[in-house]
């Protein structure tokens, strides 16, 4: 099937071959270049007109102006035809689209709400990405949900204020929301539509104004972020305690003289389960130093001693290379 945009090109190649043609016919019947321009012009759009416009019109004038208005309306119904269906296909390409999106956004659970694709959305997600944590995008504006489409994130067009809009994205089997509008009091909102809807969800807020962060965990956020005063202290840190920013880059999962820290959910049926840091040999096997272990309540047990018993339902925080962490993952299915 040609493409609308090749039939429209196709179709206005045609009209303007049809007008010159006109335009020398008019001209070999005696005709002036206006008056032969305008008939020509008339003629093609099927606007009426006097038969006396620029001349006589012979017989054989006649026929072929019977010809131009054949040919020439059937090139501008072609052309119309092009536009319909350059509109109908983009319409439906859309429907579509939004259609599969909605079906992929009902199947998600435990996955990560990110309203706002601005700076800091994108570089959000980026990380989330990395981490293979799912998620999904939504931002009112146009632009940049197209931006997150290309870079192959599940993102929607709409307004992340509106209820119904965190009902759809299925915030009632979410882990987390987290909104980075520029505006306070659209983060405010969300976080309180958001605690009302699910008061498990994980709500982590952008806040432009200190004034604004007591409201927002009054609203229901468990963690506010300021990126200008976060920004300040790194800053800070990095002339004062550099140490201390790069065991700040490792927690965050960014490679430092090759080594990173990585937290590992342990599921129910995990061979770690029931084992004891000991009977693991995290060093000698797999070159491997377990941080911390976060209990099923949540709770952070640093630097645990050998006889620490690992449980389903929490989780592991090791420091060492990728490749380390990664073939302790597999060995253990985590």
Known sequence: MNSPLRRLRRGLAILAFIFLVAVLGYRVAGWNLLDATYMAIITLFTVGF?????????????V??????IFGASTVLYILGGLVQMMTEGEINRALGLRRI?????????HVILCGF????????????RVKQVFVVVDNDPARVAEATTLNYLAI?????EEQVLQDLGLERAKALVTT?????????????????????????????????????????DRVVLPAAAGA?????????PSTVELVELAAGRNVAEVTIDELTI????????????????????????????????????NPDANTVFEGGGSVIVMGRSEDIERFRHEYGI
């Open 181 to 221: 509008l520029p505006k306070d009091a659209d983060n405010l909102f969300i976080t309180l539509t958001a605690r009302n809807l699910n008061s498990q969800v994980q709500i982590i807020a952008r806040a432009e104004y200190r004034s604004t962060e007591k409201k927002l965990i009054q609203a229901g956020a």
């Open 64 to 69: 072929f102006t019977m010809a131009l208005i």
């Open 102 to 110: 909605t079906r992929e956004i009902r199947q998600l659970s435990g």
């Open 50 to 62: 006097r038969d006396d416009v620029g001349g006589v019109m012979t017989p054989p004038l006649k």
């Open 118 to 129: 601005g700076r800091m959305g994108e570089t959000l997600a980026a990380e989330l990405r």
């Open 233 to 241: 202290m790194r800053m800070a840190a990095m002339i004062t305690r």
């Open 267 to 302: 599921p129910p049926d995990c061979p770690l389960v029931g084992r004891t840091v000991r009977e693991t040999e995290p060093r000698s096997r797999h070159g491997l130093l377990i941080v911390a272990i976060r209990r099923p309540n949540q709770t952070l047990e640093f």
């Open 157 to 161: 067009h709409d307004d992340a204020t």
